[in-house]
Nanobody, 124 residues
Framework: VQLVESGPGLVKPSQTLSLTCTVSGVSITSGTYYWNWIRQPPGKGLEWMGAIHSSGSVFYSPSLKSRTSISRDTSKTQFTLQLRSVTPEDTAVYSC?????????????????WGQGTQVTVYS
């Protein structure tokens, strides 16, 4: 299984950040699997943002739910993250990860399969 994140590296405050995770080696609609977005701000730990299950159900972190949307394009085996009204505090390395278990906290990089991560900087 391979995951690759793509999207802009620079976003202006108040804009919407859009990232895509392209998955290869497995169908994102098969089995019981969770496709997650996780970020790590500079100097801080991993923060789970949300996930889309292989069934299509979507789960969000309560702290980000009002600004976050996760969707998928099954024909392209991709799932996407949209984060609205970004601020400099949203500057982070954003990663996508696939995992067979639902996990909203205490993520470590040994959990499931990860993309390489992509740096996003919010600047004015």
């Amino acid at each position: 299984v391979q995951l690759v994140e793509s999207g802009p590296g620079l976003v202006k405050p108040s804009q919407t950040l859009s990232l895509t995770c392209t998955v290869s080696g497995v169908s994102i609609t098969s089995g019981t699997y969770y496709w997650n977005w996780i970020r790590q701000p500079p100097g801080k730990g991993l923060e789970w943002m949300g996930a889309i299950h292989s069934s299509g159900s979507v789960f969000y972190s309560p702290s980000l739910k009002s600004r976050t949307s996760i969707s998928r394009d099954t024909s392209k085996t991709q799932f996407t993250l949209q984060l609205r009204s970004v601020t400099p505090e949203d500057t982070a390395v954003y990663s996508c990860a696939g995992y067979a278990l639902f996990k909203a906290t205490a993520w470590v990089r040994d959990d499931g399969e990860w993309g390489q991560g992509t740096q996003v900087t919010v600047y004015s």
